[in-house]
């Protein structure tokens, strides 16, 4: 939890999610923290409209005789895997001067189940209200969100219609990797559908920062190409197995420059296999009273205000609303507009560790009742987290 504080010391907004900062008046690269580790990074998230179709032919291309066996490899891992990928939009509304209007993005994921399922990362589908996957068919079609952990950059959705026919991959082995192996990766970058480069495992990054309170948080460093659509798309063996999911890279200019971060398969296994998660699918910041005083000129103790809901999350279905109404206050961007929970459980204006670590405290029980704020009027309404705690490996058929 970050704090920043009012000119004369005083805390106004508590929040709810660590930021970054970079002294000094020149200008920096964006950043991304990692319990302290300060890193240069552009997230891969990528909002487009500019959405050229693949050739039709890719797939169907005899490989000539001349081929390298690096070539064929190569070749052969495209061909197998790329039936599986698929390219993910999302949409949400937002307020710009008062005008209601949407806001698109664009990233990649794969499908990894009979059921159709699909994996990708976390930023690629934050506050979406609407998620649409084009499949390799051409097809669009819509899916609804399972599971996401945002520290982690993993996500699960699922197709609302599965249709068994669609191609899937198979999940590979992270731990059973080396630096200096040929890595490949499939994904949709600056809109460019079933875009694959090739390179190589440079190194393994452990971070002292942990999923859930027993997951570590690692991540394979590639410089096989990945550019902003790249995101959530998936990083390939030469056995065209899913070894981990596209995150982020490290750039000054924006563009990939041979630095690419990937989250391991495994990890995103030990996390679609918890049984006693709590995830609420809620992303906000909790206001004390100076700052409810400040925002609403209401005299309130304090609550958090929702900034978004994750479509099909807990808290969604619970009805909780996020904001639509980007603003800025005290060097920080966030959504006004959105539901005010002033009791969460048992506890009156919970603070951020209600978001930060809910695990500790809603652990015991799958009904959290929630007071909030709408509109000027206090709603109630019940958190069911029984949906979300299982192992969802389990309902995924070829895994």
């Known amino acids: 939890m970050a704090r920043k504080a009012h000119p004369d010391g005083r805390p106004l907004l508590c929040y709810s999610r660590p930021s970054c900062s970079t002294g000094g008046r020149q200008k920096a690269p964006k950043v991304?923290?990692?319990?302290?580790?300060?890193?240069?990074?552009?997230?891969?998230?990528?909002?487009?409209?500019?959405?050229?179709q693949a050739s039709a032919d890719d797939q169907a291309r005899v490989m000539p005789d001349?081929?390298?066996?690096?070539?064929?490899?190569?070749?052969?891992?495209?061909?197998?895997a790329v039936s599986s990928v698929v390219t993910i939009f999302t949409s949400h509304d937002v307020m710009n001067e008062g005008v209601s209007a949407k806001k698109s993005g664009i990233g990649s994921g794969v499908i990894i189940s009979p059921e159709c399922h699909v994996l990708t990362a976390a930023h690629v589908v934050r506050g979406a209200g609407e998620i649409t996957v084009k499949t390799q068919d051409g097809r669009m079609r819509s899916a609804e969100l399972l599971f996401s952990e945002t520290g982690a950059d993993i996500a699960l959705i699922k197709l609302i219609t599965p249709e068994p026919g669609l191609s899937h991959a198979e999940l590979g082995d992270s731990d059973n990797l080396v630096v200096?192996?040929?890595?490949?990766?499939?994904?949709?970058?600056?809109?460019?559908?079933?875009?694959?480069?090739?390179?190589?495992?440079?190194?393994?990054r452990t971070f002292e920062r942990y999923y859930d309170g027993a997951i570590q948080a690692k991540?394979?460093?590639?410089?096989?190409?990945?550019?902003?659509?790249?995101?959530?798309?998936p990083l390939l063996n030469s056995k065209a197995q899913v070894i981990g999911i596209a995150s982020q890279i490290i750039s000054v200019s924006g563009g990939f420059q041979g630095i690419g971060f990937v989250v391991?398969?495994?990890?995103?296994?030990?996390?679609?296999?918890?049984?006693?998660?709590?995830?609420?699918?809620?992303e906000g910041i909790y206001l004390n009273?100076?700052?409810?005083?400040?925002?609403?000129?209401?005299?309130?103790?304090?609550?958090?205000?929702?900034?978004?809901v994750a479509k099909g999350s807990p808290a969604d279905k619970a009805g909780l609303k996020g904001g639509s109404v980007p603003s800025r206050m005290l060097g920080r961007d966030f959504v006004l507009g959105g539901d005010l929970i002033l009791e969460f459980g048992t506890r009156d204006a919970c603070s951020s560790e209600c978001l930060?670590?809910?695990?500790?405290?809603?652990?015991?029980?799958?009904?959290?009742?929630?007071?909030?704020?709408?509109?000027?009027?206090?709603?109630?309404?019940?958190?069911?987290?029984?949906?979300?705690?299982?192992?969802?490996?389990?309902g995924i058929g070829s895994q």
């Open 32 to 52: 991304s923290c990692f319990s302290g580790f300060f890193v240069p990074v552009f997230f891969l998230f990528f909002s487009y409209t500019f959405c050229p």
């Open 66 to 80: 001349y081929l390298s066996p690096q070539d064929i490899m190569s070749a052969s891992v495209y061909k197998k």
């Open 180 to 204: 200096g192996q040929s890595v490949y990766a499939i994904g949709s970058p600056y809109g460019l559908e079933n875009s694959f480069s090739v390179g190589n495992i440079s190194a393994f």
């Open 219 to 233: 991540f394979i460093q590639t410089d096989a190409a990945i550019n902003m659509g790249n995101s959530g798309g």
């Open 264 to 282: 391991p398969i495994n990890t995103a296994r030990e996390l679609l296999s918890l049984k006693d998660r709590v995830w609420l699918g809620i």
């Open 289 to 308: 009273r100076e700052g409810i005083a400040n925002l609403m000129n209401r005299d309130l103790k304090g609550g958090l205000l929702i900034e978004r």
């Open 356 to 394: 930060a670590d809910p695990d500790k405290l809603f652990s015991e029980t799958d009904k959290i009742p929630v007071k909030f704020l709408r509109a000027g009027r206090i709603m109630e309404a019940t958190i069911d987290l029984s949906g979300s705690r299982q192992n969802f490996l389990e």
